[in-house]
């Protein structure tokens, strides 16, 4: 059985370690802060901890599960301790420049990226079956070795996760829609909620706030960095989500202004049968 590294034990390194601990793998963990080390130990996360990349010389594949901008200064670094054999991967959310300079840098490289998370971050809230039935994208480029691809794909699958394979730039303009582009606009939606200017409006609208605005605003209230990652990281396809969703903002902004209430329940229509497409298992 492999011995697997993981580097950033947060939310998704330390439920990935919880996952195949779980099922009797040996589980190597990396964090920069002795503190989370100990944390990671102590919630059977990993079997030993260390801020030294050092640690990782036994292992066969690792996860790096830092934030985007880590990512490759990390593969660096691991470098003068990795077996030639070693697999790495990565479960950044955007996959171009981190798949085109790892692969260069280390070829036995798989992009990977996970769908799950919640609002909150730290190993305190990492959980067994994060990853159930969630999608999990891999990016291999041409010369990604096939053998490699398929042991990071039979863990995704041991993770009990969805697999999908995708060319990177395909993962990145999908997720632009459906990841990327939903932090922009729920945190413009509590932005604007802000924007009242009658303060008693905004307390009163803050105490009466419910389930609508819970469901859209949770992405919107998330990890501050990460939405700046993505934006940074994947700036033409978030720009051109952006783009489309202002101009569907306007068209409802007209159907308003003209009050032009049957296109407006026409167009809401076809929202709610066009949903049902990207979520079919919802209940």
């Known amino acids: 059985m492999m011995n697997i590294g993981i580097v950033g034990l947060g939310l998704i390194g330390g439920s990935v370690g919880l996952d195949l601990r779980t099922l009797g793998y040996r589980i190597f963990g990396v964090s920069r802060r002795e503190q989370t080390c100990q944390k990671a ?5 990993v079997d030993e901890a260390s801020p030294e990349l050092s640690l990782l010389s036994t292992a066969d594949l690792i996860f790096i599960c830092t934030p985007i901008c880590d990512i490759i ?3 660096e670094k691991l470098i003068p301790f990795l077996s030639p054999s070693a697999i790495l991967t990565d479960v950044g959310s955007v996959k171009i420049p981190i798949v085109e300079e790892a692969s260069q840098i280390w070829p036995n490289f ?3 990226h996970p769908m ?3 609002t909150e971050s730290g190993i305190e809230i990492a959980q067994l079956g994060l990853f159930e039935d969630r999608p999990y994208v891999l990016t291999p480029n041409e010369n ?3 053998e490699s691809v398929k042991k990071v794909e039979a863990i995704a699958r041991l993770l ?3 697999v999908y394979f995708c060319e990177p730039y395909e993962h990145d303009r999908a997720v632009a829609w459906v990841s990327h582009l939903p932090v922009m606009a729920s945190a413009s939606l509590i932005a604007a909620c802000m924007s009242e200017s009658n303060l008693a409006i905004v307390k009163l609208a803050q105490e009466l706030a419910s389930s609508g605005f819970q469901d859209t605003s949770r992405v919107g209230g998330g990890n501050p ?7 940074e990281y994947n700036r033409l396809e978030i720009l051109r989500s952006l783009h489309s969703f202002r101009d569907e903002i306007d068209k409802f902004i007209q159907h308003i202004e003209q009050k032009n209430w049957q296109s407006l329940e026409q167009k809401l229509k076809h929202t709610q049968q066009n949903r049902k497409l990207f979520l079919p298992h919802e209940n």
Not at 41 to 45: Q, S
Not at 225 to 231: D, I, P, S
């Open 110 to 112: 798989v992009g990977g």
């Open 160 to 162: 009990k996760s969805q």
């Open 73 to 75: 200064p990390t593969l």
């Open 144 to 146: 990604t070795p096939l």
């Open 225 to 231: 960095e990460l939405g700046r990652m993505m934006a």
């Open 41 to 45: 130990i102590a919630l059977g996360v």
């Open 116 to 118: 799950a998370g919640k």
